[in-house]
């Protein structure tokens, strides 16, 4: 086949080396080269630049090779993009990659490479996507990257990356996704980030060690779709010009440091789906303008130090609300969640919410999970006309409960877990319990006042 210019073998379940079975078929006109997704083993052939010296597209990815990737590939001097990834490939980066002019996709994600970024990365200057992620690198991040000026996709994640960003960074202009999760980076993320590569549209460093304030410039991202903060040392509050991003859709700031109420203009950042700001010191009353969110779809706050929330809180659309651990959430809010007519999951666990349970709850047909333990909930636990048939975790433990056992739970088909345990409930268990509940596998009822059999 002398004059084949593209072969694809992608996605089939051959197997053996690469050069018994590609031999025959490369030759010095082939362009596009693509045995992804097979079973190929073995070495990657230092002569495959000999036997197709014009090649543009070359993906190996999904198989399993094994050794170094060769040295002798920099030869393929019309390459734009390469694919490695997803294979066993080890011995580290060679210098020599950063001598392909044209490349502009380089993938090696997922590979035990190891070693260190090579610095000469940084004269690939049409490069326009980057990918080393989970490749156990052990590295800082070169400067030189930052001449990566035509790059749209940086993504280092799961490595072990130490040292800070470089301010070169800012260099990247055209930069849209920048993700380096998980490592070690330390130090703040550079001013000159938000104010240059004002065409970022998703910014992940979860997992690491950065430190400081969230600078305001972020609202300069205007394009800005996913901010991942989560799992690092950022302090001060959360800055109020998050609520002037009309296109940020996810917002992870969990685990963190941060102190200060929650900006009430966060209701401001209309396409906003994921919330997540648990495991910091932040205070006062959760805004009732996140009932503006009409595209939210989860609420995370649990684990700080919130008195409270807003009235009128009436996100019709919203099914997952965890504001549990709150040291300092008082009151009877339950009625405003009562309007969350599609709420699926409700944890207000571990906090100091009191009274009376409200019936309304249970006119939440698609809830399935609500958590109320470890509150201050008194009297009896309400009946309704309408019952919710969905919930199937049901946990008002460590409360103040009196009454019989629940009538209520009766019309509860899918129930998997009830747990009642340590309230002052009383009188004989139902009859009903075992036939009105086919699916219950957990049944907590410890430390109440219960007497009589056990039903059978």
Request: net charge positive; aromatic share 6%.
């Given at each position: 086949?002398?004059?084949?210019?593209?072969?694809?073998?992608?996605?089939?379940?051959?197997?053996?080396?690469?050069?018994?079975?590609?031999?025959?078929?490369?030759?010095?006109?082939?362009?596009?080269?693509?045995?992804?997704?097979?079973?190929?083993?073995g070495?990657?052939?230092?002569?495959?630049?000999?036997?197709?010296?014009?090649?543009?597209?070359?993906?190996?990815?999904?198989?399993?090779?094994?050794?170094?990737?060769?040295?002798?590939?920099?030869?393929?001097?019309?390459?734009?993009?390469?694919?490695?990834?997803r294979?066993?490939?080890?011995?580290g980066?060679?210098?020599?990659?950063?001598?392909?002019?044209?490349?502009?996709?380089?993938?090696?994600?997922?590979?035990?490479?190891?070693?260190?970024?090579?610095?000469?990365?940084?004269?690939l200057?049409?490069?326009?996507?980057?990918?080393?992620?989970?490749?156990?690198?052990?590295?800082?991040?070169?400067?030189?990257?930052?001449?990566?000026?035509?790059?749209?996709?940086?993504?280092?994640?799961?490595?072990?990356?130490?040292?800070?960003?470089?301010p070169?960074f800012?260099?990247?202009?055209?930069?849209?996704s920048?993700?380096i999760?998980?490592?070690?980076?330390?130090?703040?993320?550079?001013?000159?980030?938000?104010?240059?590569?004002?065409?970022?549209?998703?910014?992940?460093?979860?997992?690491?060690?950065?430190?400081?304030?969230?600078?305001?410039?972020?609202?300069?991202?205007?394009e800005?779709?996913?901010l991942?903060l989560?799992?690092?040392?950022f302090t001060?509050?959360?800055?109020?010009?998050?609520?002037?991003?009309?296109?940020?859709?996810?917002?992870?700031?969990?685990?963190?440091?941060?102190?200060?109420?929650?900006?009430?203009?966060?209701?401001?950042?209309?396409?906003?789906?994921?919330?997540?700001?648990?495991?910091?010191?932040?205070?006062?009353?959760?805004?009732?303008?996140?009932?503006?969110?009409?595209?939210?779809?989860?609420?995370?706050?649990?684990?700080?130090?919130?008195?409270g929330?807003g009235?009128?809180?009436?996100?019709?659309?919203l099914?997952?609300?965890?504001?549990?651990?709150?040291?300092?959430?008082?009151?009877?809010?339950?009625?405003?969640?009562?309007?969350?007519?599609?709420?699926?999951?409700?944890?207000?666990?571990?906090?100091?919410?009191?009274?009376?349970?409200?019936?309304?709850?249970?006119n939440?047909?698609?809830?399935?999970?609500?958590?109320?333990?470890?509150?201050?909930?008194?009297?009896?636990?309400?009946?309704?006309?309408?019952?919710?048939?969905?919930?199937?975790?049901?946990?008002?433990s460590?409360?103040?409960?009196?009454?019989?056992?629940?009538?209520?739970?009766?019309?509860?088909?899918?129930?998997?877990?009830?747990?009642?345990?340590?309230?002052?409930?009383?009188?004989?268990?139902?009859?009903?319990?075992?036939?009105?509940?086919?699916?219950?596998?957990?049944?907590?009822?410890?430390?109440?006042m219960?007497?009589?059999?056990?039903p059978?």
């Open positions: 086949m002398s004059a084949l210019k593209l072969l694809s073998l992608a996605n089939n379940d051959l197997n053996g080396g690469f050069m018994q079975f590609t031999l025959n078929c490369t030759n010095a006109r082939m362009r596009s080269l693509d045995l992804s997704g097979n079973a190929f083993s070495l990657l052939p230092d002569s495959l630049p000999e036997m197709v010296p014009r090649l543009r597209y070359l993906n190996l990815s999904a198989n399993a090779f094994s050794g170094s990737i060769p040295c002798s590939l920099s030869k393929l001097q019309k390459l734009e993009i390469r694919c490695l990834e294979n066993n490939l080890a011995g980066i060679p210098e020599v990659l950063g001598m392909i002019p044209g490349l502009r996709t380089l993938s090696l994600h997922n590979n035990p490479l190891g070693g260190s970024i090579p610095a000469s990365l940084g004269q200057q049409l490069l326009e996507k980057l990918n080393i992620a989970n490749a156990s690198l052990v590295s800082t991040l070169p400067p030189e990257l930052g001449n990566l000026t035509s790059l749209r996709y940086m993504v280092l994640a799961g490595n072990r990356l130490f040292g800070s960003l470089p070169s800012a260099m990247m202009h055209k930069l849209r920048f993700i999760e998980e490592n070690s980076i330390s130090g703040t993320i550079p001013q000159e980030m938000f104010t240059n590569c004002t065409k970022v549209k998703y910014f992940d460093v979860n997992g690491n060690l950065l430190g400081g304030s969230i600078p305001s410039q972020v609202s300069k991202w205007k800005l779709t996913g991942i989560s799992g690092n040392k001060g509050s959360i800055p109020v010009e998050v609520g002037s991003m009309p296109n940020l859709q996810v917002l992870f700031l969990s685990s963190n440091h941060l102190t200060g109420i929650m900006p009430p203009n966060i209701g401001n950042a209309s396409s906003l789906k994921l919330l997540r700001a648990s495991f910091n010191h932040l205070e006062g009353e959760i805004p009732a303008t996140i009932s503006s969110l009409v595209n939210l779809v989860a609420l995370f706050l649990s684990d700080n130090k919130f008195t929330i009235p009128n809180l009436d996100s019709k659309q099914p997952v609300v965890k504001v549990a651990k709150n040291s300092g959430f008082l009151g009877k809010p339950l009625y405003a969640f009562c309007q969350l007519t599609l709420l699926r999951i409700l944890d207000l666990s571990n906090n100091q919410l009191f009274g009376e349970l409200p019936g309304c709850l249970w939440l047909r698609d809830q399935q999970f609500l958590d109320l333990s470890s509150n201050a909930f008194a009297g009896v636990v309400p009946t309704s006309a309408n019952y919710n048939s969905s919930l199937s975790l049901l946990h008002l460590n409360n103040k409960f009196t009454g019989c056992f629940p009538a209520v739970l009766k019309n509860f088909k899918s129930l998997v877990i009830l747990d009642l345990g340590n309230n002052k409930m009383s009188g004989a268990l139902p009859q009903w319990i075992g036939e009105s509940n086919p699916l219950l596998r957990i049944l907590r009822l410890r430390s109440n219960f007497h009589g059999s056990i059978s």
